[in-house]
């Protein structure tokens, strides 16, 4: 039981120096992992997150070939619009999924690992 809280202790550091390389989308979620930028877009935004269908939807079920996909419980209105519009334009550069997994890298040394 020692060791898995030594681990539990160390994973904010580990997170720390570490960031996602998404991959096919399945593994990492679009608005609670730190995939693009310095932190997670429920960090960046929470007051879109609160809104969204679906807070625990993976980068495969929020992309498709056409652009972003995310769906919201009720209609915005115009400031939360313009709060998605700078949400857009923050993930505006993502290529667009590929065929292999995602990985999770370490952001000094250039490893990367499996998630």
């Known amino acids: 039981m020692g060791v898995w809280r030594t681990i539990r202790s160390l994973w904010p550091k580990l997170r720390g120096n570490s960031s996602i ?8 979620r679009f608005w609670k992992d730190i995939w693009i930028g310095q932190a997670s877009l429920q960090v960046a935004f929470p007051d879109l997150m609160i809104f969204s269908r679906n807070p625990e939807a993976t980068i495969f079920e929020s992309w498709s070939n056409q652009g972003w996909n995310l769906n919201f419980r009720r209609h915005l209105y115009d400031w939360e619009r313009d709060r998605l519009i700078t949400l857009l334009c923050e993930v505006e550069n993502f290529p667009g999924t590929a065929v292999q997994s ?9 490893m990367a690992f499996s998630l």
């Open 21 to 28: 390389r998404v991959g096919n989308g399945t593994k990492t």
């Open 102 to 110: 995602d990985t999770l890298r370490w952001r000094h040394q250039g």
